[in-house]
């Protein structure tokens, strides 16, 4: 179904359940990278604000505050913890061996890597971190320069968080961000004053020559089409899914071309 379809980028997980052993192969890496319109560019879902418990790198020993960076549970999603991923011992578990999740991820030939709930440094700030958003940039500067000096060109995004675009060294590290629910949280318009901040962040990103994604999750058609006309007047690339994530949607009239 992917390779099939015209979109041009596509986000998915390094492996069909989010084990070692379901990591695509090489044959479905070149079906998902190629497409009617050429080749096109694949994003890797990578948690770093949160560790999975379903994932290889998971030590059953763990359990919050042990080690010291991992945080409870979080209430929203089960098996998904929230870590506080400048921790030189967490940057260790995702990078800078072979058999680590990012650098699998580059070895699989990937264009780039998906960075998800970088917004979980507002957990630690609500412990008592109190630098908490500047130790959350230095984190995505230190995957960002990694990538970078081992695969030339590839590109990183960040999901959420776009207040920290406020530092030009994070606006240079990464490539893109992308902002779910902007518009709409499922069919319920947002609130004209979280709207206005939320648009003042994500344009820093797009005057910088960042690609900036909107994901929204409403299904009335009036919506998904108001979504796309001022996601696209704003310079932003629209989508709208499913909150499960886990099938292509396309509305009529707003197809992929």
Known sequence: QVSRSAFDLFVTDPSRDGSDAGRWS??????????????RILLAYLSYGEAED?????????????????????????GNFPVKYWEPAW????FGRRTRPLDVILDMGFDGVYLDVIDSYEYWEGRGVK?????????????SRYAKSKSRGFLVFVQHAAELGDSKEYLKAIDGIGREDLFYEDDEP???????????????????????????????????????ARA??????????????DELTVTPGLEPD
């Open 131 to 143: 630098d908490a958003d500047e130790r959350a940039r230095e984190a995505v500067l230190a995957l």
């Open 26 to 39: 090489k044959e479905e890496m070149a079906l998902l990278k190629g497409g009617p319109g050429g080749p």
């Open 232 to 245: 696209r007047k704003k310079g932003y690339v629209p989508y709208r899914a499913v909150r499960a994530l």
């Open 91 to 94: 940057q260790e578990v995702m």
């Open 54 to 78: 379903y994932r290889g790198y998971w030590d059953a020993s763990w359990k919050p505050g042990a080690p010291a960076w991992l945080g409870e549970v979080n209430p929203n999603w089960e």
């Open 190 to 228: 947002r609130d004209d004053e979280v709207l206005e901040e939320a648009t003042l962040e994500l344009d820093r990103f797009a005057r910088a020559g960042k690609a900036v994604f909107v994901i929204d999750y409403c299904r009335e058609v009036e919506h998904v089409r108001d979504v796309y």
